[in-house]
Structures are given as structure tokens and as C-alpha cells.
């Protein structure tokens, strides 16, 4: 059970890692004889990063990098992010609260 007096790094979420969470590594990094991974492909990724915390005996990585070259979200993502916080924004404004029916 994680420490409630440890902040959670920003954008993290409240939950361990699990099979088959996602993360972004450059298609270069990955080819192998030249030859560029395909969907269902088995690779070898290695990833560094920074101890945000630990809890009892498990250290949480922040990641950084992938393959030595840093972590970039795929534009694809962020563009999915922004319109997420500005429907978030403009609820706000509204006064709605999602799912709410007091």
C-alpha cells in the first residue's frame, strides 16, 4: 500500500503498473538489422529513469528514457489530453459535474 505522505508524481496514477500498460519508445530504437518491429513483435526495451519513491521493499521509477533516448509522448496523446482538459474546462465553467445528478 503506497504512502500517503509521499506525493504522487505529477500525471501518475494511484495505481501499481500493470501487464499490458503502454509505453511510448521511438520505432528506431527498436529495429533490429535494420529491420523495423511490427505490432505482436517481442522486443527488448531498457528503460532509466528516477526513484520517486519506495514503500516498503519496491522502488517506483519515474521513467526518462527508453533505449537512451527520452521518453516523448506521441502527439497523437497530447492533442487526446488538451481536448480532454478543455471539455474539463468548459464543465467547469457550466457548473456540471460529470455523472453528477444532485
Keep these: 500500500m503506497p504512502d500517503a505522505s509521499m ?14 500498460d503502454e509505453l511510448p519508445v521511438k520505432l528506431d530504437t527498436l529495429e ?3 529491420e523495423r518491429p511490427e505490432v505482436d ?19 517506483y521509477v519515474s521513467l526518462e528514457t527508453a533505449n537512451n533516448e527520452q521518453i516523448e509522448t506521441p502527439k ?8 480532454l482538459g478543455a471539455l ?15
Excluded: W
Design 32 to 34: 533490429v538489422g535494420g
Design 76 to 83: 497523437g496523446d497530447q492533442e487526446e489530453e488538451k481536448a
Design 88 to 102: 474539463g474546462q468548459q464543465m467547469d465553467m457550466m457548473g456540471s459535474v460529470p455523472g453528477g445528478g444532485y
Design 7 to 20: 506525493p504522487m508524481p505529477e500525471g501518475s496514477k494511484n495505481e501499481p503498473i500493470q501487464i499490458g
Design 41 to 59: 513483435d517481442q522486443v527488448e526495451v531498457t528503460v532509466g529513469g528516477r526513484i520517486t519513491r519506495i514503500v516498503d521493499d519496491c522502488a
